[in-house]
């Protein structure tokens, strides 16, 4: 090869990199459809998460926080930015990886091992909590009695308050969800669907939960999936990306692909989505659920049980249908005027549906 030669397009209509102009363009951005090369792409995708770190305040020096870590690619590519940020732009953060397992064989227990590969790739410390332990039931089990109609309801309660139990075993000051934008815009559609006016007007907030026991943040708010896909495809990133066996027919899924419909016609229909969430204002005639703490655990709850507490009660009643939709069961004695919840309680030595865990 001649001099100078390798600067040239190797084949006819081949583009340079819109940014630096030197390199080939390796691929289009999905977010904003421009042409660029990997070594671009690696540094505005990182300095986009940044950004908006900084603009919204995200964390402090010397917090402890919780990477949600599920071995897939949201939550892998979210543990190896956040470390590489934290690095280069001295956070001061500690950092730890925790992750919940459902019991779902064939698909939980194979990516926990990739999340254990990435403790030692990444070498942040580990916590697993387990369904098992904290409801004596595993999502195997659950699926056995109730079926494949509803059991992701199951999953998505018990999950996030075990993601607070195990943050407060950890003693974490925040956790950091792989939520993305595609993520945020289908909950935006699924909300409006529901008529949840409750978390319609909390479910595009880049931190939730700071009235409860630990906060969470979601630092890919505004990054799309297909960005997070290709960022780990190019960095060769270990990451576990079999869909769970138990959602094919999730209400979720449906919202999934209509948002995906309107990326292929217009990408910017993904953030335009988001931003209408952010602007929609709750009417002041509309009567919100007041917070307060579950009678049987002591989770934070607007109920006299929390649904945890609810759906964990059905099952070990052998009446699994108990709490789904919008029947409370022993919620719909709730007294008014519950006690406002004490956000620093501790949730870490008591068990969901039990008094003397």
Same mark, same amino acid.
């Given at each position: 090869?001649? &001099?100078g %030669?390798?600067?040239?397009p190797?084949?006819?209509?081949?583009r340079?990199? +819109?940014?630096c102009?030197q390199?080939?363009a390796?691929?289009?951005?999905?977010?904003?459809?421009?042409? #660029?090369?990997?070594?671009?792409?690696?540094?505005v995708?990182?300095?986009?998460?940044?950004?908006? !770190? *900084?603009?919204n305040q995200l964390?402090?020096p =010397?917090?402890?926080?919780?990477? =949600?870590?599920?071995?897939g690619?949201d $939550?892998?590519v979210?543990?190896?930015?956040? $470390?590489?940020l934290?690095?280069?732009?001295?956070y /001061?953060?500690?950092?730890?990886?925790?992750?919940?397992?459902?019991?779902?064989?064939g698909?939980r227990d194979?990516s926990? %091992?990739?999340?254990?590969r990435n403790? @030692?790739?990444? /070498?942040l410390?580990?916590? !697993?909590?387990?369904y &098992?332990?904290l409801?004596?039931?595993?999502?195997?089990? #659950?699926?056995?009695? !109730?079926?494949?109609?509803?059991?992701c309801t199951f999953?998505? *309660?018990f999950?996030r308050?075990a993601?607070?139990?195990?943050a407060?075993l950890?003693k974490?000051?925040? *956790?950091a969800t792989?939520?993305?934008?595609?993520? !945020?815009?289908?909950? *935006?559609?699924?909300?409006?669907?529901?008529?949840d006016i409750a978390?319609l007007s909390?479910c595009?907030s880049?931190?939730? =939960?700071?009235d409860?026991?630990?906060p969470r943040?979601?630092?890919?708010?505004?990054?799309?999936e &297909?960005?997070i896909?290709?960022y780990?495809?190019f960095?060769?990133?270990?990451y576990?990306?079999?869909e769970?066996i138990y959602s094919p027919?999730?209400y979720r899924?449906?919202?999934?692909?209509f948002?995906?419909?309107?990326?292929? #016609?217009r990408?910017?229909?993904?953030l335009?989505?988001i931003? $209408?969430g952010?602007d929609?204002r709750i009417s002041t005639f509309t009567?919100m659920?007041?917070?307060g703490? +579950?009678e049987?655990c002591?989770y934070i709850?607007s109920q006299?049980w929390?649904?945890?507490?609810v759906?964990?009660?059905g099952?070990?009643?052998g009446l699994?249908k108990l709490g789904i939709?919008r029947s409370?069961?022993?919620n719909n004695?709730?007294k008014?005027?519950t006690?406002e919840?004490? /956000?620093?309680?501790? @949730?870490e030595?008591?068990?969901?549906?039990t008094?003397d865990?």
């Amino acid at each position: 090869m001649e &001099k100078g %030669e390798e600067e040239k397009p190797t084949k006819a209509g081949s583009r340079l990199c +819109c940014i630096c102009n030197q390199r080939r363009a390796a691929l289009k951005r999905p977010k904003t459809l421009q042409q #660029i090369c990997r070594e671009c792409f690696y540094e505005v995708f990182e300095e986009e998460i940044h950004q908006v !770190i *900084v603009e919204n305040q995200l964390f402090k020096p =010397g917090e402890r926080l919780a990477i =949600g870590a599920s071995g897939g690619k949201d $939550s892998t590519v979210l543990a190896y930015v956040l $470390s590489e940020l934290n690095r280069r732009h001295n956070y /001061g953060l500690d950092l730890f990886l925790l992750s919940v397992d459902e019991g779902i064989t064939g698909y939980r227990d194979d990516s926990l %091992e990739t999340v254990k590969r990435n403790e @030692i790739q990444y /070498g942040l410390p580990l916590k !697993i909590v387990s369904y &098992k332990d904290l409801y004596g039931w595993t999502m195997d089990e #659950i699926v056995k009695m !109730i079926g494949l109609k509803n059991n992701c309801t199951f999953c998505g *309660v018990f999950r996030r308050q075990a993601l607070d139990r195990g943050a407060a075993l950890l003693k974490v000051d925040k *956790v950091a969800t792989g939520h993305n934008a595609d993520d !945020i815009a289908e909950t *935006v559609l699924l909300n409006i669907l529901r008529g949840d006016i409750a978390r319609l007007s909390r479910c595009t907030s880049i931190v939730t =939960g700071e009235d409860g026991p630990i906060p969470r943040c979601k630092p890919f708010k505004y990054t799309y999936e &297909k960005e997070i896909v290709m960022y780990a495809y190019f960095k060769r990133l270990d990451y576990f990306s079999t869909e769970c066996i138990y959602s094919p027919n999730a209400y979720r899924g449906f919202a999934r692909e209509f948002i995906k419909d309107l990326e292929r #016609i217009r990408p910017q229909a993904i953030l335009d989505i988001i931003q $209408s969430g952010e602007d929609f204002r709750i009417s002041t005639f509309t009567k919100m659920p007041e917070q307060g703490t +579950c009678e049987r655990c002591g989770y934070i709850s607007s109920q006299k049980w929390c649904k945890a507490c609810v759906l964990l009660e059905g099952l070990n009643r052998g009446l699994p249908k108990l709490g789904i939709g919008r029947s409370r069961g022993p919620n719909n004695d709730r007294k008014n005027g519950t006690k406002e919840t004490n /956000g620093a309680k501790s @949730i870490e030595s008591k068990q969901c549906g039990t008094l003397d865990f």
